[in-house]
C-alpha cells in the first residue's frame, strides 16, 4: 500500500507541475500555444492536491510538504529545458 501511495504521489505531482507548465504562455512543448485555453486552473490544482494528500499518507507533514514541493520545483526546473528540446527538434523536422 505505501509504494501505491508513493506511485500516486509521484504521478500526480509529475502531472500538476507538466499541467502548470502547458498553461503557461511561454512553454514550448505544443506549437498552438498554452493548454488548455479556459479552466487551466482546475486539473493542476486537483492533480497537486490528490499528490500533497498522498504524501500526507506517507510522511510527517512537515516532510510530505517538502518533498512535494521539492517535487514540483523538479518538474517545473525540468520542463522548460524539456520544451525547448522539443521545439528544436520541432523545428529541424519542418526544414
Do not use: I, N
Amino acid at each position: 500500500m505505501t509504494l501505491l501511495y508513493a506511485l500516486l504521489a509521484t504521478a500526480s505531482g509529475t502531472a500538476a507541475a507538466l499541467l502548470s507548465y502547458l498553461a503557461s504562455p511561454q512553454q514550448l512543448w505544443r506549437a498552438a500555444g498554452p493548454w488548455p485555453a479556459r479552466h487551466r486552473a482546475w486539473p493542476t490544482a486537483a492533480c497537486a492536491l490528490v499528490s500533497l494528500l498522498a504524501m500526507l499518507r506517507l510522511l510527517a507533514p512537515l516532510e510530505a510538504v517538502f518533498a512535494w514541493s521539492v517535487l514540483l520545483m523538479f518538474v517545473w526546473s525540468l520542463a522548460p529545458f524539456l520544451g525547448a528540446w522539443r521545439a528544436r527538434v520541432r523545428s529541424r523536422g519542418a526544414a
